[in-house]
């Protein structure tokens, strides 16, 4: 009986291979810019105490108004973040790294005065921060192809899948 040795393909030695992880880096990015969004509506609201929230909620520190300076703040960097990453910046992705992280953390702070909507965005902040972790390579941060560059890609793409 003889074995068969199995080798990894030419460049898959444990490294993503180049070009993959387009969709998931993109699709982190549309959610830190809706969730940045979401951040400044409710940062907002927050300022000017709407009654959405919950009424005699208590903090750790601070008050609504403050939260609401806040979570407007990080909100304001998300959608600049996400917008650098659809560019294809480096650094604007380390960037969103650390903002979706701080988001995380004051939705933990936040939790007292909209509990679902915290826990929500806790839930989305995960889902993009692992979106712009995974793939985060420079080759898969470069500006997203259109035209023939697209066409270029797709055939480089679907000549190694055989």
């Not at 810019?33 to 903090?59: D, E, K, P, R």
């Amino acid at each position: 009986m003889t074995s068969a040795t199995t080798q990894p393909a030419s460049g898959a030695g444990g490294r993503h291979a180049e070009g993959r992880g387009y969709g998931l880096i993109l699709f982190a990015s549309v959610l830190l810019l809706v969730v940045g969004f979401f951040n400044l509506i409710y940062g907002i609201a927050a300022i000017a105490n709407s009654h959405v929230f919950t009424a005699n909620a208590h903090y750790v520190f601070g008050s609504l108004r403050t939260w609401g300076w806040i979570t407007l703040i990080i909100g304001a960097l998300q959608v600049l973040a996400a917008g650098g990453v659809m560019a294809g910046n480096q650094l604007a992705r380390r960037l969103a790294v650390a903002v979706v992280g701080l988001s995380a953390i004051d939705q933990m702070f936040f939790i007292p005065a909209y509990p679902s909507r915290s826990l929500m965005i806790i839930a989305v902040d995960v889902v993009a921060l692992y979106g712009l972790c995974a793939y985060g390579s420079r080759a898969n941060l470069a500006p997203w192809p259109r035209g023939a560059d697209w066409l270029r890609l797709q055939t480089a793409i679907s000549g190694r899948a055989r």
